[in-house]
C-alpha cells in the first residue's frame, strides 16, 4: 500500500503538479477562447443542471473526466462573463493573477481572521485597504475590510451607522436613498431590521441623481413627525445608468443634520484610480463610509468587495467580539485583526487576490484600463447619437450609457416593446450581450463598459450589430 493509498487526501508533490498542470492546460485553452466563445449560451440548461443530479459519490472519478465534465459541458453552458463582449449588468472579468492567488491562498490556507496567526499575510490585507482608503481620500484611522461582495459592504455599513447613530431602540431610525438605489441596499435595511417604510426613497433629477432639495426637505419632515433621521446612502455610478450623485452637496447635508454618509460605490469607486473618475466623484472622500468592489472595477473574479469607514473605530464597535477560545486581539493601532472589523471570524484569505495583481502589474495597468473603459464608453455614445431613431436616455458618467429606440406615433407600451424586441436582435448575434432596465417606465438599453478584455475591436462589433437590429426594426 502506498502512502497515497493510505491517505487519499494528502496528494504528493509529483500528482499535485499533475493535477494543476492538467486544469492549466483546459485553462489556458478556455481562457484563449473566450473572444470567440458566444456571448451567452444558456439553452437546456435546465436539462444540464438536471443531469448534473448525483448522490455525494463514495469514490474518487479520475481527474481528466472531471475536466471533460467542467470545461466541455457545464462551464460553455454560460453568459460569457468573462469574454469581451458581456457589456451587461455590471461586468465582472477574472483576472488571472487573482485566481493564481486563489490557488496559493488556498493550498497555505493560512488563518487571517486574527492578527496573530498570520501577521505577514494579514499585512498584505491590511496594505491592501490602507491603498483603498488612500485613494478614497480617507485618514488614516479609516479601517476596512474585504467582504464576498458590495451586498455585504452595504450591509456592514448599515449596521455600523445604525449603531453610532439610533439607540439600541432604533426603529424609529429612517434612511434615505434615492429611487435609483441598488436593491442590496434596500435587502440590507431590511437585514439590518428596518420595515420597508423606514427606508425613504427621494426622486432622482434629469441626470438620475438623488434630489437634493427633495432629500433636504424629507429629512426635515421626518424629523418633525417625531422619526430619526440618521443616514444617507448614495450612489457613485448607479446600476441603471451609472449616476453618481452629487456628494459634496451631500455631504454638507449629512454634516448639517447630523447623519450618516455613506457611498455605494461598488461599480463606480474604482474610477477614482482615474482623472475622469475623480472629478466625477467629487466629494466622495468627505463621506463615513465606502462600499467598493474589486470584482467590478479591478477586474477580479466573483467574490471580493470591500468596506471602508473613515471612523475605523466606529466599525470596529459594530462588528467586535470577545471569546474566552479566541487569541489576544492588537492592542497597537497599526495592527488589524480583520475579525473585530467584519461579521466573518473564520474567512478566506481574499487580500492575496487584490495584492498579488497590485504587485504583478503595478496599479498603473488598472488605470490605464479603467481609462480605456471611460473612452470607449464616450465612443459608443458618439456612435449611438449617429443612428436614426436612438435616444440617449443616460449620458455616461462614467462607463454605461442607456439608450432606447423611438419610432413616431408609438406609445410608451409600444416603444417598450420595441426595445425588448430590439434588445433580442441585438443578442441573438451572440458577439455582445446587453442588458436592460426600466427607469421612469421607459424600457431602456444600457451598455456598461467594465470587463478589461474588452477593446474598441469589440465595441465595433457591438455597434455594428445595434445599427443592423435597428435597421431590422424600421
Ligand atoms: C451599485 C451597486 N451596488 C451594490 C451591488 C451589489 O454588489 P454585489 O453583487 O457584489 O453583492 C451592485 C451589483 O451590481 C451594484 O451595481
Keep these: 500500500m502506498t502512502d497515497t493509498d493510505a491517505h487519499p487526501l494528502e496528494l504528493t508533490g509529483p500528482q499535485m503538479r499533475a493535477l494543476v498542470d492538467a486544469a492549466m492546460d483546459r485553462i489556458v485553452s478556455h481562457v484563449g477562447s ?49 469574454g469581451p463582449g458581456y457589456l451587461a449588468y455590471i461586468p465582472g472579468g477574472g483576472i488571472f493573477h487573482s485566481a493564481l492567488a486563489d490557488l496559493i491562498a488556498g493550498a497555505v490556507n493560512r488563518y487571517t481572521g486574527v492578527w496573530l ?14 491603498w483603498f482608503c488612500d485613494m478614497a481620500g480617507y485618514p488614516a484611522a479609516a479601517r476596512g475590510v474585504l467582504t464576498t461582495g458590495g451586498s455585504l459592504a452595504n450591509l456592514s ?16 431610525g429612517t434612511l434615505y436613498v434615492s429611487d435609483q438605489v441598488h436593491d442590496s441596499v434596500t435587502k440590507a435595511a431590511t437585514l439590518a431590521g428596518f420595515p420597508p417604510e423606514s427606508v425613504r426613497q427621494v426622486p432622482s433629477d434629469s441626470a438620475f441623481r438623488i434630489r437634493i432639495d427633495d432629500l433636504e426637505r424629507r429629512i426635515v419632515e421626518d424629523r418633525a413627525a417625531g422619526r430619526t433621521p ?43 484610480l482615474t482623472e475622469r473618475g475623480r472629478r466625477a466623484m467629487r466629494g466622495l472622500d468627505r463621506t463615513d463610509s465606502v462600499t467598493l468592489d474589486p ?30 477560545y479566541l487569541p489576544e486581539m492588537r492592542q497597537e493601532s497599526e495592527f488589524v485583526d480583520f475579525c473585530q ?19 504583478l502589474a503595478g496599479v498603473g495597468a488598472f ?7 471611460l473612452d470607449l464608453t464616450a465612443w459608443a455614445t458618439r456612435q449611438l447619437r449617429t443612428i436614426d431613431g436612438i435616444e440617449i436616455v443616460a449620458e455616461p458618467q462614467l462607463s454605461v450609457v442607456a439608450f432606447r429606440l423611438l419610432q413616431p406615433g408609438l406609445d410608451q407600451q409600444a416603444t417598450n416593446r420595441l426595445n425588448r424586441d430590439l434588445l433580442e436582435r441585438i443578442n441573438r448575434r451572440r458577439r455582445v450581450y446587453l442588458t436592460a432596465t426600466t427607469v421612469r417606465g421607459q424600457f431602456v438599453l444600457r451598455i ?8 474598441l475591436d469589440r465595441m465595433e462589433q457591438g455597434l455594428e450589430d445595434i445599427r443592423q437590429a435597428v435597421a431590422e426594426l424600421s
Aim: aromatic share 10%; proline share 5%; hydrophobic share 45%.
Design 295 to 324: 470584482h467590478k472595477g479591478l477586474f477580479l473574479p466573483y467574490g471580493t468587495g470591500s468596506l471602508l469607514v473613515r471612523d475605523g473605530a466606529a466599525l470596529q464597535r459594530a462588528h467586535a467580539l470577545e471569546g474566552a
Design 341 to 359: 472589523f467584519s461579521p466573518e471570524l473564520s474567512r478566506a484569505f481574499r487580500g492575496l487576490r487584490v495584492w498579488l495583481p497590485f504587485k
Design 34 to 82: 473566450l473572444p470567440g466563445q458566444p456571448s451567452f449560451d444558456v439553452e437546456g440548461g435546465a436539462e444540464l443542471a438536471r443531469s448534473l443530479v448525483e448522490p455525494m459519490p463514495e469514490e474518487g472519478t479520475a481527474f481528466e473526466e472531471i475536466l471533460d465534465l467542467l470545461f466541455e459541458r457545464v462551464v460553455p453552458k454560460s453568459f460569457n462573463t468573462a
Design 448 to 455: 456598461c463598459v467594465l470587463s478589461f478584455r474588452t477593446h
Design 230 to 272: 440618521f443616514l444617507v446612502v448614495a450612489s457613485a455610478g448607479t446600476v441603471n445608468t451609472g449616476a453618481v450623485d452629487d456628494f459634496d452637496a451631500l455631504a454638507s447635508i449629512a454634516s448639517g443634520q447630523g447623519l450618516w454618509l455613506h457611498a455605494d460605490a461598488a461599480y463606480g469607486g474604482f474610477f477614482l
Design 117 to 130: 496567526a498570520a501577521p505577514g499575510l494579514v499585512q498584505l490585507e491590511t496594505n491592501v485597504i490602507r
Design 367 to 373: 488605470r490605464r484600463n479603467l481609462d480605456e473603459k
Design 157 to 172: 455599513a448599515i449596521v455600523t451607522a445604525r449603531r453610532e447613530k439610533l439607540p439600541s431602540n432604533f426603529l424609529d
